[in-house]
Nanobody
Framework: QVQLVESGGGLVQAGGSLRLSCAAS????????MGWYRQAPGKQRELVAS?????NYADSVKGRFTISRDNAKNTVYLQMSSLKPEDTAVYYC???????????WGQGTQVTVSS
């Protein structure tokens, strides 16, 4: 059974930092691109960051967020700094197999940034 379990969300003031973690089980972690998406109320889910191609980011988070992975721990992280109220959303972990049309989603973790 595949599980992606996010943690680390919460309430933070603008300018603060949070680190999200996503622990994967039931997959061969190393053969998956890992990514973080977010969905704010009334908006579509959008890609925030991915480990594809060494790391790529949405323009809105470049220079503030950093994605990293630890293959030994089957975990991907999202370090978020200089948070803004517009970063408020549910953040979802995504695993997409490098070859083949297979992907999995976590249940999401809420990030709320107060002004």
């Amino acid at each position: 059974q595949v599980q992606l379990v996010e943690s680390g969300g919460g309430l933070v003031q603008a300018g603060g930092s949070l680190r999200l973690s996503c622990a994967a089980s039931g997959i061969s972690f190393a053969i998956y691109h890992m990514g973080w998406y977010r969905q704010a109320p009334g908006k579509q889910r959008e890609l925030v960051a991915s480990t594809r191609s060494g790391g790529n980011y949405a323009d809105s988070v470049k220079g503030r967020f950093t994605i990293s992975r630890d293959n030994a721990k089957n975990t991907v992280y999202l370090q978020m700094s200089s948070l803004k109220p517009e970063d408020t959303a549910v953040y979802y972990c995504n695993a997409k197999r490098i070859i083949g049309d297979v992907q999995y989603w976590g249940q999401g973790t809420q990030v709320t940034v107060s002004s």
